[in-house]
């Protein structure tokens, strides 16, 4: 039995794209900025500060090495039975593990648990969160009008930034009416339970859709695959490394210039915590500007194109990292970060639609969901444990370098692609 379309609205359809990887990044922000000012203390306590952060970081590790999983297991069913039932099954995944992080005692209360139960819950996360971006690009690019899928794919990236800037408000909340005891205790819990008020409102946009049009022709011609996952690395193992090392330097660029610079910027530079986010909140309106311009420009001149200039760009601000963060300027700092982000959004924005150009409609859900979420454990799992570790041993200067090494990688794979502007959308 065929679902009867009924043509969403470019509103409904942004709104729907855009709220889950919205909710991603800041799910994925909040524990973030968690890790680098409490989780340490609360879950492994007893050690020194830099072996906290250490511990804390890879805990923000675990989530992304259970992406690519969870970009399998929803890629899997998105191809079989529709995009549709699939993100909303994601949503949900994803807003329960975050809300019961939230709810998770602390070490002084369970001890050893705590720790291996708070590691579960971003395995937890990381399955739910590998199946979201997949799905909301393919939403908003598989019901693009011809010429727009670049434009239409900014919905979902427009995520990010909007996430990010909801993060790092809550944060600037508690550190304007709480104490840094009071934080610490409790308050640090609030934003992983505003979390679920998030997911509520992206569930009833998202049961509002029909299944998008290019999929449908898939269910009606009976196109779909056994075992999505096995075609793909039969047929399509290159677009899928070349895909995942090409996000490569999204992630570096946002990790490096948010998590790690928080933390850094809070310990070692001694900049209070409410102004390093201020800081943050400027910086990622960059991001946001960048987005919506190189989407367009994707469309106009080529995915390619726009990613290799951004990509070399990113390159070369691996060597302004040191001195512009050492300066201990707080202007100097700003202008880093607002140019890092607005690097991340340059070469963020084309890929909502350059990954699903890479794959065939009947297994491009699991395609462009597993190639986004394998660059996320090359460009951002250990991203802020690498770059603390650089730090002790060698200095800033070594943490430029690896941003300007992550940016190397996914040149080289956007060089070795062919353009995809043009790819025929069967």
């Avoid at 994707?298 to 194109?305: A, L, N, S, Y």
């Avoid at 700092?333 to 690097?343: D, G, K, N, Y």
Wanted: with cysteine; aromatic share 12%.
């Amino acid at each position: 039995m065929t679902e009867t379309l009924i043509k969403p609205s470019i509103p409904r359809i942004a709104l729907a794209s855009f709220i889950g990887t919205a909710i991603e990044f800041y799910d994925f922000y909040i524990y973030g900025m968690a890790a680098a000012l409490v989780i340490g203390p609360v879950f492994f306590p007893g050690s020194n500060p830099s072996v906290q952060a250490l511990n804390a970081f890879l805990t923000f590790a675990v989530a992304f090495l259970a992406r690519p999983l969870g970009a399998m297991l929803f890629g899997h069913f998105g191809d079989r039975i529709g995009r549709k039932t699939t993100l909303v099954a994601a949503l949900l995944v994803m807003g329960t593990s975050t809300t019961l992080i939230g709810l998770l005692p602390g070490y002084e209360v369970i001890g050893v648990w705590a720790p291996i139960l708070l590691c579960l819950l971003r395995f937890g996360q990381g399955i739910g969160l590998g199946g979201e971006w997949g799905g909301a690009a393919l939403l908003a690019t598989e019901n693009a009008p011809a010429g727009k899928r670049g434009w239409y794919g900014m919905f979902p990236q427009l995520g990010p930034p909007v996430g990010f800037l909801c993060a790092t408000g809550s944060f600037l909340l508690m550190a304007r009416f709480l104490s840094e005891q009071e934080f610490r205790d409790w308050g640090w819990r609030l934003p992983f339970f505003a979390s679920s008020v998030l997911v509520t409102i992206g569930l009833y946009v998202r049961l509002a859709l029909a299944e998008t049009p290019v999929f449908a022709r898939v269910l009606q011609q009976r196109r779909q695959l056994s075992l999505p996952f096995g075609d793909m690395l039969r047929r399509h193992a290159a677009p899928l490394l070349l895909g995942a090392l090409a996000m490569v330097v999204c992630y570096a660029l946002f990790y490096i210039s948010t998590v790690f610079s928080l933390s850094y910027g809070t310990t070692a530079l001694h900049i209070p915590r409410q102004q390093f986010l201020g800081m943050l909140s400027v910086a990622v309106l960059f991001m946001a500007a960048a987005t919506p311009l190189l989407a367009w420009a994707g469309d106009c001149f080529g995915r390619r194109p726009v990613l290799l200039s951004a990509g070399s760009a990113a390159l070369l601000s691996g060597f302004a990292l040191e001195p512009m963060l050492e300066s201990g300027s707080p202007v100097m700092i700003t202008a880093f970060l607002s140019m890092e982000l607005f690097l991340m959004g340059a070469t963020f924005a084309p890929m909502g639609a350059l990954l699903p150009e890479l794959f065939p409609s009947e297994l491009r859900y699991t395609g462009a969901g597993t190639a986004y979420n394998l660059g996320g454990i090359l460009g951002a799992s250990f991203a802020p444990y690498i770059a603390q570790r650089l730090v002790n041993e060698g200095g800033l200067a070594w943490v430029g370098g690896y941003v300007s090494l992550a940016a190397a990688i996914s040149l080289f794979a956007v060089y070795r692609l062919h353009e995809t502007r043009d790819n025929d959308w069967a």
